[in-house]
């Protein structure tokens, strides 16, 4: 009787799972891009597309992102009236000119994205259409010399013409952009910035001007940026500025990075108004005398960050340097060439710091006073050419939290050194030549939460001695093994029982061809696996571990060398919504499509395809200009015959407007899964089908618990499918009724 229910519901599920939509289609959508929505707004997302010219008559009038990043458009003309859109995004592409008809009636503008392209005129008036202008990217373009207001608009908040050739910025030049909050003027060669040039700007809370060869800066420059936060002018030539004049009215500075910018000496004065000054970043500078007692006098009490790396600093910083400094947590002093004993000298008066920065000091040795540090809590002396008997001088350590020893020239780590750091939640060791581990070096790291080795030239796992046979680490939920050269054995489990709490685990660039189905048998509550960058092969059943992984949500398995891929793998793994196939070698075939529609359509959710579609950070202000996609490659055969398989409508997926030829290879996962002609599966629904598995003669007539539930699964599942199929079916219905009124409309 059961096995009759289950054929039942399966037979039920499978007249409805023909109406699969492979692709869900509302709005118009221009054959060579893909549309999606991101949240309720339409994606047009053309990038990396070989354009040469903007489907403007392809485009649906309620499109929200338009993203045409990565192609060869030369010119603009006139979008449609009426057009909605939002975010307009043509960075990498040939434009010459920002004329200001190519944006007329673009009333809903709020993000333009113009960067990388080579544009060398920008007409101020360009964007006066454009009401609630927020965002101008124009970076990397060879702007030409502007004589009077650069732009028109009172609402534009965010501008970057970082890297535009500007050598001048005349007085008039923000004269009608008086809302901005950020300006990056970074990389133009200004050399000098003078008189009242940002007075306007009463807004800005973010100033970028680093690397632009400054050498000339006025003491009141900056005297009308009361609401200034964050200012950073790293990378010019500052030797000879009245700093006391400069940031004199900044009192609401927060942020100030001055990096390498030719700094000798600061006089007392330097920061004295700036009392809310958190991080201040001086590194790379040659300040051999700095006194930071009496620059940093009793006014920067607020500071918690202060970065002094590479400054070539002789030592010893001052006792009272950090006495009024009382929230002062963070100390870099990386890349200073320093002594144990000077060291030792220096750090003597600094009992309250939380964290210390001695990376790069060419220390082969470690102070012995490690024990002045009552409330240490992060420690990083990596990058040093450490001996490893020296280890032993941490031991005092015992409240440290955090400890980073990566890349320290250690090939042996004594088994005691660890022995009372047992508040120790995040130990990093990577980079050091660590061929065997003691027996019982971690073993009192109860706390352990996170354990890093990558490029240890380790052969095998974390061996099961490092730690006590009688304990579990029931903290330990992180361990990354990235770029150890490991020999995977054939059969059993890659960890020890002692790790069976652990849920990320990072394996990439490991050399792995192929993992035995047991490999996680110990650590089968994982939920985040990181595979990435080994030469995984979809054959040998290299992928059959992932039955034992019912926990998993997160598996990385980019750059590996799989050519198919099959939805069927997946089917133990209920939780999993995120699966990065990235950087692999995929043939063409229906496999490609039946694995986005399972994405699609059983798990509901493209998104848990990366590269699938164009990810939030894609499409967001200040997003990635490059994006990673899935793709597939046709072998030629299979070229040879794509323009009689373009013509093939398959219901379900959304029929091109204009067959066109295709002459090269590579085809975004997308792309592909449109003119594949491939129909939409029923294969995908087999969870329902391996219920009828489950009944075997030997059950007889009684039904199994997990049968039952499993039925009951397979009816909401076939449920969920009818409603899922009228939805689509509706929606095709009125975006159909709304394309036929737009065209009737023009
Ligand atoms: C663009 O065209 C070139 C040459 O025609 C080809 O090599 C390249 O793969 C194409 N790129 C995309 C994303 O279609
Ligand atoms: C686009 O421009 C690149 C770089 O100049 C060129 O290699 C490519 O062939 C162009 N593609 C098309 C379709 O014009
Ligand atoms: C630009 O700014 C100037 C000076 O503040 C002002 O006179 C002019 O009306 C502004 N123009 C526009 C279009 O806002
Ligand atoms: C620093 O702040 C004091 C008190 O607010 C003020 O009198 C002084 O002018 C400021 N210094 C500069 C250089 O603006
Ligand atoms: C620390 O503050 C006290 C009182 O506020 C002051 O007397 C002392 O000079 C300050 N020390 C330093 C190094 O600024
Ligand atoms: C582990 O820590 C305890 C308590 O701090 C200590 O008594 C014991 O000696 C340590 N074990 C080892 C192997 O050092
Ligand atoms: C576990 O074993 C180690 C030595 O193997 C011993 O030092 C430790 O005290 C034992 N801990 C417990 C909780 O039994
Ligand atoms: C990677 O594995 C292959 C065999 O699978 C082996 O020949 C090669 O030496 C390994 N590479 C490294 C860097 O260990
Ligand atoms: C996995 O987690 C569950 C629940 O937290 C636990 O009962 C089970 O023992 C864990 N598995 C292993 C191998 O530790
Ligand atoms: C995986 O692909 C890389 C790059 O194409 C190739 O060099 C390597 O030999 C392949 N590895 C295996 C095991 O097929
Ligand atoms: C190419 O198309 C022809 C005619 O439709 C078909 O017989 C042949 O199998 C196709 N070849 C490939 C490699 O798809
Ligand atoms: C593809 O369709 C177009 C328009 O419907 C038609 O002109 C063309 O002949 C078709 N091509 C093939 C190979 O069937």
């Known amino acids: 009787m059961a096995r009759t229910t289950v054929y039942l519901i399966y037979l039920l599920a499978l007249p409805f799972s023909y109406g699969y939509n492979g692709d869900s289609f509302e709005l118009e959508c221009p054959d060579e891009c893909d549309c999606h929505y991101f949240r309720i707004n339409w994606v047009t997302d053309c990038s990396e597309s070989n354009l040469t010219s903007i489907p403007y008559d392809e485009l649906s009038l309620s499109v929200y992102i338009l993203d045409l990043n990565g192609n060869n458009i030369t010119s ?170 400069v940031l004199g009215t900044l009192t609401r500075l927060e942020y100030l990075n001055l990096r390498k910018s030719g700094l000798t000496s600061l006089s007392e004065d330097t920061f004295s108004n700036c009392t809310n000054l958190v991080t201040l970043i001086l590194a790379e500078n040659e300040l051999r005398d700095l006194d930071v007692a009496v620059t940093l006098g009793n006014s920067v009490n607020h500071l918690e960050v202060l970065d002094l790396s590479n400054c070539k600093i002789k030592g010893p910083i001052s006792g009272d340097a950090f006495a009024n400094a009382t929230r002062m947590k963070s100390l870099y002093l990386s890349g200073n060439p320093l002594f144990a004993p000077d060291l030792q000298e220096a750090l003597a008066p600094l009992p309250k710091l939380e964290k210390l920065f001695l990376s790069n000091c060419g220390l082969s040795n470690l102070p012995d006073n490690f024990n002045v540090f009552e409330n240490l809590l992060e420690l990083d002396i990596s990058h040093n050419p450490l001996v490893n008997v020296f280890t032993r001088l941490l031991a005092p350590l015992e409240k440290i939290e955090y400890l980073n020893m990566g890349y320290s020239n250690l090939s042996y780590i004594g088994p005691e050194t660890f022995a009372h750091m047992t508040s120790l939640k995040k130990l990093v060791l990577s980079g050091n030549d660590l061929l065997s581990l003691e027996a019982g070096l971690f073993g009192n790291l109860t706390q352990l939460t996170a354990l890093e080795l990558e490029f240890c030239g380790l052969k095998r796992p974390i061996n099961a001695n490092a730690f006590f046979k009688n304990l579990t680490y029931t903290d330990l939920r992180e361990i990354k093994l990235g770029g150890n050269p490991l020999v995977i054995p054939p059969t059993g489990p890659l960890f020890p029982k002692q790790l069976s709490q652990v849920t990320v685990l990072d394996l990439s660039n490991c050399n792995i061809t192929s993992l035995n189905p047991d490999a996680f048998k110990n650590t089968e509550n994982l939920t985040e696996l990181n595979l990435a960058s080994n030469q995984i092969k979809a054959e040998d059943e290299s992928l059959l571990f992932l039955e034992t992984l019912r926990h998993l949500e997160k598996i990385n398995l980019s750059n590996n060398n799989l050519t198919t891929i099959d939805p069927q793998l997946f089917v ?56 990673k996609y899935l793709y597939c490659h046709y072998n030629e055969a299979q070229l040879r015959n794509m323009t009689i398989i373009t013509n093939k409508t398959v219901p379900g997926r959304r029929p091109f407007v204009k067959p066109r030829e295709w002459t090269y290879a590579n085809r975004t996962w997308a792309k592909y899964v449109r003119e594949s002609g491939c129909e939409p599966v029923v294969k995908i629904l087999r969870p329902v089908a391996l219920i009828a598995d489950f009944f075997d003669e030997s059950h007889g007539r009684n039904i199994s618990t997990p049968a039952l539930i499993l039925a009951v699964m397979a009816l909401a599942l076939g449920l969920g499918t009818v409603i899922m199929t009228l939805r689509l079916f509706q929606k095709r219905q009125v975006s159909e009724m709304d394309t036929e009124n737009n065209r009737k409309q023009r």
Request: proline share 4%; with cysteine; glycine share 4%.
């Open 572 to 627: 133990n793994n209920p939780k999993l919504h995120s699966i990065n196939l990235i950087g692999n070698p995929f043939i063409c075939d229906c496999k490609i499509a039946e694995m986005w529609d399972w994405a699609n359509m059983i798990k509901g959710d493209l998104d848990v395809l990366i590269g699938a579609k164009s990810a939030e950070k894609d499409i967001v202000v200040k997003g990635n200009k490059k994006k």
């Open 76 to 245: 603009l003309q006139r979008f449609p009236n009426d057009i909605k859109m939002r975010r307009l995004q043509i960075a990498n592409n040939r434009l010459t000119r920002v004329d200001r008809d190519a944006f007329k009636g673009l009333d809903y503008l709020i993000d333009i994205d113009l960067s990388g392209n080579n544009i060398s005129y920008v007409d101020p008036e360009a964007f006066l259409d454009s009401h609630g202008l927020l965002n101008v990217e124009l970076q990397d373009n060879p702007l030409n010399m502007i004589e009077g207001p650069f732009l028109m608009s009172s609402t534009l908040q965010y501008l970057d013409i970082s890297n535009c050739n500007l050598s001048i910025i005349n007085s008039q030049f923000f004269d009608n952009i008086t809302s901005l909050t950020t300006l990056d003027l970074s990389n133009n060669p200004l050399i000098s910035l003078e008189g009242d040039v940002f007075n306007v700007l009463t807004s800005l809370e973010t100033l970028k001007i680093n690397d632009c060869k400054l050498n000339i800066i006025t003491g009141n420059l900056f005297s009308s940026l009361i609401n200034l936060k964050n200012l950073e002018m790293a990378g010019n030539d500052l030797s000879n500025i009245n700093w006391p004049e």
